[in-house]
């Protein structure tokens, strides 16, 4: 899932041990192969005094109950941290270093971004082509968006559709190839007219990435290993699963289960290419980072990428609302938002800063850099936990910029019991409205069979056992059992409990009883926008049979 953070949930911290983990730091080299190593999680010369790393991060472990996190940061040029802290997987004591590979999920839509940049520069395409010239058979669902859809609108999150619309195509793990994920496109409905306002989406960075792999012969990751990662001496990143799991330093993910962390298996999402998929380290993250901070420029080796087409990527291309933050996060309250080329934009503190996140079942990353004062940062976690990472980055931005520290651990920790109160509240609210002693209109029997949606496909529900299970035909972890909530309500909950995102499944009845359609919706507001239920309609495949 997550996205600039994809508006994951603020996951619940529990209580554990974290205080004691081990953290290590590591050389890294700058861009290329020869890199400056890092200093040992001290200072950086420009920021004036010494900036305690080292408990900032043990003191966020603590607090929101991360197993596991590296952290890199670069300043003028310069690599000043690639530190590991934490564990790789709980129950094992083996540390993370600046070595341990991670899932950076939509973090790597800027390295998409930055694949197109180089073929601006080398004239293979432009920004303003339309799609369809690159890739003929590419169709939304009205014609006219199809026609006038740019390279450019595939990364600006305008396209009409609705927030994370489409994403139940690859997120969980499903069956569909990249090019059933692009030719299903046609079927989704748009959520607003085109240009007409930002909602982040994944599916057209997928396109976007079958127009790297086309115009290179090769699928996008060797792209990614050939063009980028190679040039930059970013030798530890991958783009598979597979990959990172072959390597005995990479970190598992871990997902609340219940109220307590607890390792996961990693997703693969090999055919969501463009969107998410790279596997990298903080030593990687740190080359990555001096690059775009130098405009394109590798060392003295020559140029990743102009300098015209690093400010086109870091240049405002659609506007985003800008949210009132509670009270207490008052001080990072943006003047402007907006979203780039795989960055998003806003403003702290009167500097511009680039930044994005990412999400994966188990893992989360962010990346934030402020252009005018050459600093860096990326946070790298094991964990599904949004203000671990906010809370770190806001304090480290703090000692760069030279900003009075506010307490952000303390904060976010103060906001995350706050959420947890208010979701508590919520789910209360809805048991209390529930009308308990209501039942279904039909036999249970009545409301099994084999369902369609027009982008997704099928879905069936049946006995098995005792229960009544819904089964998703082409994502296989999306598998649970019914139980009857109010009238011809259901709920469904995930076998696989580390998704958090149990779902309500509504039925509407013909006139003569049988069904005339399902409709689904996450039971949680906490729920990750990937999991887009709510975009379902579902009609029986074969009408059932009427209830007597």
Same mark, same amino acid.
């Given at each position: 899932?997550?996205?600039?953070?994809?508006?994951?949930?603020?996951?619940?911290?529990?209580?554990?041990?974290?205080?004691?983990?081990?953290?290590?730091?590591?050389?890294?080299?700058?861009?290329?192969?020869?890199?400056?190593?890092?200093?040992?999680?001290?200072?950086?010369?420009?920021?004036?005094?010494? *900036?305690?790393?080292?408990?900032?991060?043990?003191?966020?472990?603590?607090?929101?109950?991360? !197993?596991?996190?590296?952290?890199?940061?670069?300043?003028? @040029?310069?690599?000043?941290?690639?530190?590991?802290?934490?564990?790789?997987?709980?129950?094992?004591?083996?540390?993370?270093?600046?070595?341990?590979?991670?899932?950076?999920? /939509?973090? /790597?839509?800027?390295?998409?971004?930055?694949?197109?940049?180089?073929?601006?520069?080398?004239?293979?395409?432009?920004?303003?082509? !339309?799609?369809?010239?690159?890739? !003929?058979?590419?169709?939304?669902?009205?014609?006219?968006?199809?026609?006038?859809?740019?390279?450019?609108?595939?990364?600006?999150?305008?396209?009409?559709?609705?927030?994370?619309? @489409?994403?139940?195509?690859?997120?969980?793990?499903?069956?569909?190839?990249?090019?059933?994920?692009?030719?299903?496109?046609? *079927?989704?409905?748009?959520?607003?007219?085109?240009?007409?306002?930002?909602?982040?989406?994944?599916?057209?960075?997928?396109?976007?990435?079958?127009?790297?792999?086309?115009?290179?012969?090769?699928?996008?990751?060797?792209?990614?290993?050939?063009?980028?990662?190679?040039?930059?001496?970013?030798?530890?990143?991958?783009?598979?699963?597979?990959?990172?799991?072959?390597?005995?330093?990479?970190?598992?993910?871990?997902?609340?289960?219940?109220?307590?962390?607890?390792?996961?298996?990693?997703?693969?999402?090999?055919?969501?290419?463009?969107?998410?998929?790279?596997?990298?380290?903080?030593?990687?993250?740190?080359?990555?980072?001096?690059?775009?901070? =130098?405009?394109?420029?590798?060392? +003295?080796?020559?140029?990743?990428?102009?300098? +015209?087409?690093?400010?086109?990527?870091?240049?405002?291309?659609? #506007?985003?609302?800008?949210?009132?933050?509670?009270?207490?996060?008052?001080?990072?309250?943006?003047?402007?938002?907006?979203?780039?080329?795989?960055?998003?934009?806003?403003?702290?503190? @009167?500097?511009?800063?680039?930044?994005?996140?990412?999400?994966?079942?188990?893992? $989360?990353?962010?990346?934030?850099?402020? !252009? =005018?004062?050459?600093?860096?940062?990326?946070?790298?976690?094991?964990?599904?936990?949004?203000?671990?990472?906010? /809370?770190?980055?806001?304090?480290?931005?703090?000692?760069?910029?030279?900003?009075? #520290?506010? =307490?952000?651990?303390?904060?976010?920790?103060?906001?995350?019991?706050?959420?947890?109160?208010?979701?508590?509240?919520?789910?209360?609210?809805?048991?209390?409205?529930?009308?308990?002693?209501? /039942?279904?209109?039909?036999?249970?029997?009545?409301?099994?069979?084999?369902?369609?949606?027009?982008? $997704?496909?099928?879905?069936?529900? @049946?006995?098995?056992?005792?229960?009544?299970?819904?089964?998703?035909?082409?994502?296989?972890?999306?598998?649970?059992?019914?139980?009857?909530?109010?009238?011809?309500?259901?709920?469904?909950?995930?076998?696989?409990?580390?998704?958090?995102?149990?779902?309500?499944?509504?039925?509407?009845?013909?006139?003569?009883?049988?069904?005339?359609?399902?409709?689904?919706?996450?039971?949680?507001?906490?729920?990750?926008?990937? *999991?887009?239920?709510?975009?379902?309609?579902?009609?029986?495949?074969? #009408?059932?049979?009427?209830?007597?």
């Amino acid at each position: 899932m997550m996205s600039p953070l994809r508006s994951a949930a603020l996951v619940l911290a529990c209580a554990t041990a974290c205080a004691a983990l081990p953290a290590t730091a590591s050389a890294s080299g700058a861009a290329a192969t020869d890199t400056p190593p890092a200093t040992p999680l001290a200072s950086a010369p420009a920021s004036g005094s010494a *900036y305690d790393l080292e408990g900032d991060v043990r003191a966020v472990l603590k607090a929101f109950d991360v !197993p596991g996190m590296a952290v890199a940061i670069v300043k003028d @040029g310069k690599v000043v941290a690639t530190s590991g802290f934490g564990v790789r997987r709980l129950g094992d004591p083996a540390p993370v270093d600046g070595q341990t590979q991670f899932e950076i999920a /939509s973090n /790597s839509k800027a390295f998409t971004a930055t694949a197109l940049a180089m073929l601006v520069d080398e004239g293979k395409l432009a920004w303003d082509d !339309p799609v369809t010239r690159h890739l !003929p058979g590419f169709q939304m669902y009205d014609a006219y968006v199809t026609g006038a859809m740019t390279v450019r609108d595939l990364l600006v999150h305008r396209s009409g559709l609705g927030l994370g619309a @489409g994403d139940l195509l690859w997120w969980p793990t499903t069956t569909f190839s990249a090019d059933e994920i692009i030719a299903r496109l046609r *079927y989704i409905k748009p959520a607003t007219s085109f240009r007409n306002s930002y909602a982040y989406d994944n599916l057209l960075y997928i396109v976007a990435g079958k127009i790297i792999a086309d115009k290179a012969g090769k699928p996008w990751g060797e792209v990614m290993r050939e063009r980028i990662f190679a040039p930059l001496g970013m030798n530890a990143s991958n783009t598979s699963v597979a990959a990172m799991t072959a390597n005995a330093n990479h970190a598992a993910p871990h997902s609340i289960i219940g109220s307590r962390n607890a390792v996961v298996r990693p997703m693969p999402v090999e055919n969501a290419a463009g969107a998410v998929g790279i596997n990298t380290n903080a030593e990687d993250m740190a080359r990555w980072m001096t690059v775009l901070l =130098d405009g394109g420029r590798i060392g +003295e080796q020559g140029r990743l990428f102009s300098a +015209e087409q690093g400010r086109e990527m870091w240049s405002a291309q659609t #506007p985003m609302k800008i949210r009132e933050p509670k009270p207490a996060l008052a001080a990072t309250r943006a003047n402007f938002a907006a979203y780039g080329l795989g960055f998003n934009l806003r403003d702290y503190h @009167g500097r511009k800063i680039a930044t994005h996140g990412g999400a994966l079942q188990g893992f $989360y990353s962010s990346v934030v850099m402020v !252009p =005018d004062e050459k600093l860096g940062i990326a946070i790298l976690t094991n964990a599904e936990n949004s203000p671990a990472m906010q /809370s770190l980055q806001w304090r480290i931005l703090d000692h760069y910029l030279k900003v009075a #520290p506010s =307490d952000w651990i303390g904060i976010y920790a103060r906001q995350r019991d706050d959420s947890a109160q208010e979701e508590a509240a919520s789910q209360a609210k809805a048991r209390a409205a529930r009308a308990a002693r209501s /039942s279904p209109s039909l036999a249970l029997a009545a409301y099994e069979g084999m369902y369609q949606d027009p982008w $997704y496909g099928n879905v069936s529900i @049946g006995t098995e056992g005792k229960r009544q299970v819904m089964r998703f035909s082409r994502t296989p972890d999306l598998t649970g059992e019914l139980e009857h909530f109010q009238h011809d309500t259901f709920i469904v909950r995930w076998r696989d409990r580390n998704f958090n995102a149990d779902a309500y499944v509504s039925f509407a009845l013909n006139p003569d009883g049988s069904i005339e359609r399902m409709k689904m919706a996450p039971v949680s507001e906490s729920t990750d926008f990937s *999991y887009d239920f709510a975009d379902l309609l579902f009609t029986p495949v074969k #009408p059932a049979t009427p209830s007597r």
